[in-house]
């Protein structure tokens, strides 16, 4: 199975940089959607959505950039990918629940740029195949 994933790695380049980005959204749209509609809300905004959305992003994010660490030796993906789980960790799990919402944003922010400069060095690296 691990050989299907890295035959088809671009695929989970794409899965995670879209889950981090809807992430992204979720966190910032949960004030708007909840204000206006608040039945939708408690069915989509739920913390178990978070956890999920946070740790599948991660789990892929983890799995490409050490993947692509072997190819462009390029730090800085794997250091915000640290960085985001360490501001999603403290706002889901040690801040009050007023100050959550700003360490899960940036949390997801970082996350998604993580995946766009890890994306970006993979393109650079990995130009002799088609994605």
């Known amino acids: ?44 905004l739920t913390e178990t959505t978070e956890f999920y959305l946070i740790g599948l992003s991660l789990a892929i994010g983890l799995f490409l950039m050490v993947k692509d660490y072997n190819v462009h030796k390029n730090m800085i993906p794997l250091i915000l990918l640290s960085v985001s789980v360490v501001l999603n960790y403290t706002g889901l799990f040690l801040v009050s629940h007023e100050l959550e919402k700003y360490y899960v944003v940036s949390g997801a922010s970082v996350m998604a740029v993580s995946y766009v400069f890890n994306w970006w060095k993979h393109r650079t690296f990995c130009s002799d195949h088609a994605h």
């Open 1 to 44: 199975m691990i050989k299907k994933l890295k035959q088809h790695s671009h695929l989970l380049h794409k899965a995670g940089l879209w889950l981090s980005f809807l992430c992204l959204v979720h966190c910032l749209a949960t004030p708007f959607v909840l204000t206006l509609l608040p039945l939708v809300g408690e069915r989509f």
